[in-house]
């Protein structure tokens, strides 16, 4: 990614970190030899006090004075010091080299020209300048005067030594600031990534989302801003979903409401002339047979029941047609509320097939289910249960031994790129091409024999058409080599 958080995060720390580096040099640069050379005269006035403290209450002259006081603080300061005593000419020299010491303060005092020198610092006691040694070639601090007894001093710190640690120091600053601005910049770079990554999973969440895949949920940390975020978005998902679920039952709906007001007239006319003629044969049987019994035209006991037993059946199927009959009026005249809704259509198939295995076992049928995961898709599971109850329905009243003599019925899901198509399949005769059409009609029957024989309406499969149109989905049957496939499709969710 060209602009990601994390490279400007990163670059952000590295930067910050570089700039604080090289600004501390540069104040180290430009600063510290000044800071220094205020801590040496600071260093030289508390020297020079404790001397002239000392003089005033006698103790110049003490051994421990000058032993543990004056050659401490010579030795943490790195001063070298002269006292003459004006009275008694005595001259007293302390430092780190005391013979050294009082060789070259002396003759510093007595050959430096301090009269024409800039000084940094000048009192009525004394006066502080820094000067140049003409035999070392050394820069030096000297501060110089008379103490409040009137004795002489001169007081003296190296300065080569504070150019030598501002020196070491900016260039240990340096090696320092670049190392850790390194080792930084790698840490802050995996650091980031422990943010950056619930990012890009939420940027993908968002972005399945926007394309309808409402199974995928944040499942990170959740006690921080970004888990808020993610639970924010996982409860959109879900209003998304509902909400998609109540658009499309309500599109659906608005559909058949404008289709409704064309469609009823005619299909009233159509409802009466069909089942006027479906059931003028089966009431003619019953009238027969009734008539026959009530006239006594077989006496024999065995006749009798034959006859009940026809009225009984024809009745039944009367029934069964006439309730079919009303659910595909409903569904054609769109009285039948469709709830669109979110279903694995694999898990429901697999529950219809198990309740339905009595029916298998007794019809001698070898199903074969082809093993899927989930498939979820978008449509109403009680119309879509009764489409593939009267496609198992028909592949069982239909199917035929195979060259193998087994009874066959296959069931398959083809995954696409939208849609999933579900596929019935029976070994048995094919259907004739020209009455593929027709199938999906009302009371059209390709073997009319054999749809009598087991109780056939010819109503099934026009339940079929009418619940599948009015999903919006394809539907159709195809011949195989050794039977027939019939099939729906739904829109994958």
Known sequence: MKHSIRKQFAGIFIGMMAATVVFTWLVNSIFLDDYYLGEKQKNLIQVYEILNKAGKTGQLDSEEFYNVTLTNLCSRFNINGLVIDTRTQKLTAFGVDEEQSRRQLWDNLLFIDRNSQKFMEETKNYKMLVVTDKISKTDYVDLWGNLDNGDMFLLRTPLESIRDSVGISNRFLAYVGICSTISSGIIIWFLTKRYTNPIMELAWISERVANLDFNVKYMGEKDNEIGILGENINFMSMELEKTISEL??????????????????????????????????????????????????????????????????????????????????????????????????????????????????????????????????????????????????????????????????????????????????????????????????????????????????????????????????????????????????????
């Open 248 to 493: 499309k039952t309500a599109n659906i709906e608005l559909t058949k409401d404008i289709q409704l007001k064309e469609k009823n007239e005619e299909m009233r006319s159509e409802f009466l002339a069909n089942i006027s003629h479906e059931l003028k044969t089966p009431i003619a049987l019953i009238q027969g047979y009734a008539e026959g019994l009530k006239d006594e035209v077989s006496e024999s006991p065995e006749e009798r029941d034959y006859y009940c037993e026809v009225i009984v059946d024809e009745a039944r199927k009367m029934n069964d047609m006439v309730k079919k009959l009303l659910t595909l009026n409903q569904l054609e005249f769109g009285n039948d509320t469709i709830t669109m809704e979110r279903i694995d259509i694999y898990t429901l198939i697999c529950n219809y097939l198990q309740s339905a295995d009595i029916l298998f076992q007794q019809n001698e049928v070898k199903l074969e289910l082809e093993k899927s995961e989930p498939i979820f898709v978008w449509a109403d599971e009680f119309k879509i249960e009764e489409v593939f109850m009267n496609y198992i329905s028909n592949a069982i009243n239909h199917v035929k031994e195979d060259d193998c003599g087994n009874k066959k019925i296959t069931v398959e899901f083809q995954l696409q790129e939208e849609n999933v198509r579900i596929l019935v399949k029976n070994t048995g005769d094919n259907i004739p091409e020209e009455s593929i059409p027709k199938i999906w009609d009302k009371f059209y029957k390709v073997d009319k024999a054999r749809t009598r024989e087991y109780g056939g309406s010819g109503i099934g499969l026009s339940i079929v058409k009418a619940i599948m149109e009015s999903l919006k989905q394809k539907y159709g049957v195809e011949n195989m080599e050794e039977g027939v496939a019939f099939w729906f499709e739904l829109e994958r969710a």
